[in-house]
């Protein structure tokens, strides 16, 4: 089965097993993501004070960061492993136990004990389940994006990689803001006692719809020839680290710098420092970013198309090198202390901004490997940057602040580098034609 229907237009089969494919994506996405920044949006509100309370302010906060970074240094390893099932038996197989295994881990959280109950036990349940987390996600991101591309003819495939990101905002926008209801719905007592576990027990339904839309779903065509030319690597890992693939990992691993300091400085550290730093009030910062990924959300379609006019490298480039000239004015707007303007900021940087390059963030980097090992390769460039990019930067933004007396600047710096970084990375990379994927 060839996966370029060609320039003929596709029948009404083809058609819906597309929007399947987009739905299924989707969905999955949305649902795994909120999981996953679920336990961001309380690692900044509750955690600290459920499972480090004896512990001051700022080292509770770091701590709780740290547990949220775990999930990110896990992430590699599911990517490896999940990235080798989806290269030897399909995306769709693999895309269904990372879902179990997610919701799973996220519904466990909602009814474990806080340290008040049973101590020191419970910050280690608290590891191991963000653990079971962060395995999982590492094999959802790419799987999820090939669903969706992979399926799609060659003049469409920028805008189907961008359907899957939607989900990334949706996410974001579900878990801040089914946090904000509960806070207004409940006292803060109750809502520091129980309310808090509604959000992770919610999953559970989610998680059940999830695999339902996703089961629907066909395998994708490029997989299906693979395995009927008989083409699947035996050691998928290993290619994706040895030339010729080895220039586009690199690159790829220091291309996504940017992108992965900037969500969890909008999506995860402003919350905190919003409400720690600032002390803005949690229902309208929560509100704020929930807004924000919403914006985030509409435009990440306009982004794909933008990616199926220009190409992923320059839409990817051009929007990170935007995120690093805003990072000096935003957090300027933050420090104002004034709620109207942390809003601003954030639909701004995160709203908009961040929109215009992680639409195309998807079609890059599947555009850098073939059929062959490309969920690993697509899990390896995103995952294991992650280490770095991602999971530490709320450590990082937090202990830089720290350090300047509360200013700001000391890690704006910080986020400008990433950028330059990635900039400079993306522009080096050598993308395949999407006619060639």
């Not at 189907?160 to 996410?171: E, H, K, Y």
């Not at 379609?301 to 935007?322: E, K, M, N, Q």
């Not at 059929?371 to 294991?384: E, H, I, K, P």
Request: glycine residues 10%; hydrophobic residues 55%; neutral net charge.
């Amino acid at each position: 089965m060839s996966i370029d229907p060609g320039t003929s237009p596709p029948d009404a089969a083809t058609r819906s097993r597309v929007r399947t494919a987009l739905v299924a994506s989707l969905v999955g996405t949305t649902i795994e993501w909120y999981d996953f920044f679920l336990y961001a949006t309380a690692a900044s509100l509750v955690f600290n004070q459920a499972f480090f309370p004896d512990q001051s302010s700022l080292v509770g906060t770091l701590l709780s960061f740290a547990t949220f970074a775990v999930g990110f240094v896990v992430r590699p390893i599911g990517g490896f492993v999940f990235g080798h099932v989806g290269d030897r038996i399909g995306r769709k197989k693999t895309l269904a136990l990372t879902m179990v295994l997610m919701g799973g881990a996220t519904a466990l959280m909602g009814v474990l004990p806080t340290a008040a109950q049973i101590g020191v036990l419970a910050p280690i349940l608290l590891l191991l389940l963000r653990v079971v987390q962060g395995f999982a996600l590492g094999g959802e991101w790419a799987g999820a994006i090939l669903l969706a591309v992979e399926h799609s003819p060659p003049r469409r495939r920028g805008f189907a990689g961008s359907i899957p990101q939607v989900g990334l905002a949706l996410g974001l926008a579900l878990g801040t803001g089914v946090f904000a209801l509960l806070q207004i719905a409940l006292p803060d007592d109750a809502f520091e006692s129980y309310g808090w576990r509604i959000a992770f027990l919610i999953s559970i339904v989610l998680v059940v719809f999830g695999l339902v839309v996703r089961w629907k779903a066909t395998e994708t065509p490029a997989f299906e020839k693979v395995r009927d030319d008989d083409d699947r690597s035996p050691a998928p890992l290993r290619e994706v680290f040895r030339p010729p693939a080895l220039r586009s990992t690199v690159l790829g691993l220091l291309s996504r710098w940017g992108e992965g300091a900037a969500f969890n400085t909008w999506g995860v550290f402003a919350i905190s420092y919003a409400t720690g730093t600032l002390h803005l009030e949690r229902v309208p910062v929560l509100i704020a970013v929930t807004l924000a990924a919403l914006l985030m959300a509409a435009l990440l379609p306009v982004s794909g198309l933008l990616t199926d006019r220009f190409g992923a490298r320059t839409v990817y480039a051009s929007g990170i090198a935007a995120y690093a000239v805003a990072v000096f004015p935003v957090f300027a707007l933050f420090d104002t202390g004034n709620m109207t303007a942390y809003t601003l900021g954030m639909l701004v940087v995160f709203g908009v901004i961040h929109a215009w390059f992680y639409g195309a963030q998807g079609t890059l980097y599947a555009s850098l490997y073939p059929a062959r090992v490309r969920y690993t390769g697509l899990s390896t460039v995103y995952q294991l940057s992650g280490v770095y990019a991602s999971g530490l930067t709320p450590l990082i933004l937090t202990a830089l602040i720290a350090a300047a007396d509360a200013s700001p600047w000391l890690a704006c710096s910080y986020l400008v580098a990433t950028a330059v970084i990635s900039v400079i990375a993306t522009l080096l990379l050598r993308p395949k034609e999407l006619s060639e994927i």
